[in-house]
């Protein structure tokens, strides 16, 4: 089974999830909800304020077609699918580990790359740790699903681990910021561009 780098991760984030529906009170301006996790929209705008600035201060090339908003919610989803199946599972990691990940892309690809990666999908430089850890996290939990094989077999058997884990979370997405496409498993954006804060309508983070 392949591990999961930090750089390769940025762009492609293998999350099995599920939509379903959640109380009103919790989705009442929430971006998003995953369980007990809820991120607002005002904090979902703050983030991509947050991360634009720091793609211009990094100096980093951004695609016109990059839609910082679906990327973000795709990741930080995924980030509170990980956390609690790492938690059920009491899989952690430690700091050294968290620092050799870092070093070793910003080594691979360049520190400002990496940042400017990172920050495409809601991950600006100080929470470039917080996205090390999802990365680590899912890679320990889905080796301990898996026994140690890397058989079709085995992969079937994580790939359904993640999405039960998902499913058990009844996700839902604001409409303003898209739909979740529980068969694609990602944010689709808004067919009107002008409905959706920090995307041009097309999405270049998608899951596969």
Partial sequence: MRKRHLG????VLAASLALTSCSDSAKVGA?????????SESELTSLIDESRKAQTDLGVEVSAAVDIASGALNAHIWQEIVNVAAAARKVTVTKTELSDILNAEYSRSGKKNVQG???????PPR?????????LLQNK???QVAGGKTDAAAQAKVAKFWSDTATS???????RYGTW??????????QNPNTNPGTNGNNSN???
């Fill in 206 to 208: 998608q899951v596969p």
């Fill in 181 to 190: 496409d529980s068969t694609a498993l990602q944010v689709t954006p808004p």
């Fill in 31 to 39: 971006a998003f909800t995953a369980g007990s996790a809820r991120m």
């Fill in 8 to 11: 390769g991760a940025v762009l």
């Fill in 141 to 143: 939990v889905s080796q």
């Fill in 127 to 135: 929470m470039a740790e917080d996205y090390a850890r999802l990365v």
């Fill in 117 to 123: 990666q990172l920050a495409s999908i809601g991950y």
């Fill in 169 to 175: 979370l009844k996700i839902t997405v604001a409409p």
